[in-house]
């Protein structure tokens, strides 16, 4: 055995390695465990473990700051100095970075930073697993197959810099999707789920939810494309919502790039957004969607800079009572734009003080209106506006003064997360949801179903 395999001792090795006149170090261990399932039965199920190692060296030069990284996987005590010297071979042979900032120093060291990495494994499945057997064996005498599929994932991250930084991080990431069919492949309904360790989901209720899903598709209804009222589910609220805060880069906007743009020059912070009372925010210490509270960069992009690794994080609004009140921002745009500090943190809450959940709001619907499973294949159509297009998924119902009377067929929409909160007229209870589009990047969200009075389905898609 290698003498040096822990992962603190990965990252104060290479540490030690470093030539130039900065060096960020990420270990990321990586463990999974997952279940997949189709037609009422287990198919497979697996666990996995891996190590990838991150080296950020960065050199100063005359014209400015450059940085080089370099991430490998599967790294042993053997490869720590090619891969050191990789890193800083990169940061001589480039440019001046243009995000260089002195790498963060004075944040207090994690006290578990020598500690074993935390490790996920088959039991996470303990009370789960026969829960799930005994929705089989509902669905089979109900006449439904279910499909589908059980991840968990921890990542232990070990952060460690030249300026004496020693942070650590345990992230759990649970995601449970269910698909149930009808026997002739004709009806089709979705839920998922987003957990931290399975100890939370169930798969009774969500068995159940599908076979009232699958009960209402029993009648058909073809409905031409058009503007209609609309219930979004809190997973298709999350979709267009993360996509949002994805386009929200406040150098983009100053630089009239985005719809957060003014026209004529600035951006559009303290202006009105939705006039119900809105709050869209995300907080590193959320309940149940607790992510990292510091910055973990591996590179440098639109809306993260490698130099601003072990940044404190702090809860942050984004929209508050229905005005824009913070861009993303790393420490170099926020200095090019004047504007605070915002980095991007790995969670999402949208609260509009709302208290009906989904099926009260659809008992409360007058006239006729569309329900809808979920969105997906998202794609942006204008960033001036944030238009985006895509398709409905596994299940449109229509309601009928406060009864889903039937499944409609599929549509594709055309729509702007910003203009509909601009029009939305009722947010229900905020509830933790899984977004589907986005869920293999971004999975802790809490959005209430939202009620838009006109959402424009611009035509009829044959998809499922």
Request: aromatic share 6%; proline share 6%; charged share 25%.
């Amino acid at each position: 055995m290698s003498r040096v395999s822990k992962p603190y001792e990965i990252v104060e090795r290479a540490l030690e390695l470093s030539t130039t006149d900065g060096l960020v170090v990420i270990a990321d261990e990586h463990s999974s465990a997952n279940l997949r399932w189709a037609g009422n039965a287990l198919t497979t199920n697996g666990v996995t473990r891996g190590r990838t190692l991150t080296v950020i060296a960065t050199v100063d030069g005359a014209e400015g700051t450059a940085s080089g990284v370099v991430s490998r996987s599967a790294v042993t005590a053997d490869d720590l100095e090619p891969l050191v010297r990789a890193a800083e071979a990169a940061a001589r042979g480039a440019g001046p970075a243009e995000d260089a900032q002195p790498l963060v120093s004075g944040v207090p060291s994690s006290p578990d930073f020598t500690d074993a990495p935390a490790e996920t494994g088959s039991e996470v499945f303990a009370d789960f697993a026969p829960a799930l057997g005994d929705a089989f064996a509902r669905a089979r005498s109900g006449g439904r197959e279910l499909y589908g599929f059980a991840n968990h994932e921890l990542t232990s991250t070990y952060l460690g810099t030249s300026t004496g930084l020693r942070l650590r991080h345990d992230q759990p990431t649970g995601t449970l999707e269910l698909n149930a069919k009808s026997p002739d492949r004709t009806r089709s309904a979705w839920v998922g789920r987003s957990t931290r360790d399975f100890k939370d989901v169930d798969p009774a209720a969500m068995d159940a939810e599908l076979a009232q899903r699958l009960r209402w598709a029993e009648r058909r209804i073809d409905l031409p494309a058009g503007r209609y009222e609309t219930l979004l589910p809190p997973t298709a609220v999350a979709d267009l919502l993360i996509y949002q805060l994805w386009s929200s880069t406040a150098r983009d906007a100053v630089e009239g790039r985005t719809v957060f743009s003014q026209p004529g020059g600035g951006t559009r912070l303290g202006e009105t957004l939705a006039p119900l009372p809105l709050t869209l925010r995300s907080d590193p210490h959320a309940p149940g969607l607790e992510s990292a509270p510091f910055v973990i960069a591996h590179s440098s992009g639109d809306s993260a800079s490698v130099f601003d690794n072990g940044l404190p994080l702090a809860p942050t609004d984004w929209i508050r009572d229905g005005k824009l009140e913070r861009l993303t921002t790393t420490r170099h745009s926020a200095a090019l734009t004047g504007l605070p500090v915002a980095p991007a943190i790995d969670n999402l809450v949208l609260d509009g003080g709302g208290e009906r959940s989904l099926e009260e709001m659809v008992a409360a619907t007058t006239g006729r209106a569309l329900l809808l499973t979920c969105l997906w294949y998202i794609r942006e159509v204008d960033p001036a506006t944030l238009l985006l297009t895509g398709l409905t998924r596994d299940g449109v119902y229509l309601v009928e003064d406060g009864q889903v009377v039937g499944e409609v067929n599929n549509f594709r929409f055309n729509e702007s997360p910003v203009d509909l909160l601009s029009r939305a007229s009722e947010a229900g209870r905020t509830e933790k949801t899984l977004p589907r589009e986005w869920g293999d990047w971004f999975t802790r969200a809490a959005m209430p179903a939202l009620r838009i009075p006109d959402f424009n389905m611009s035509s009829v898609s044959q998809g499922v």
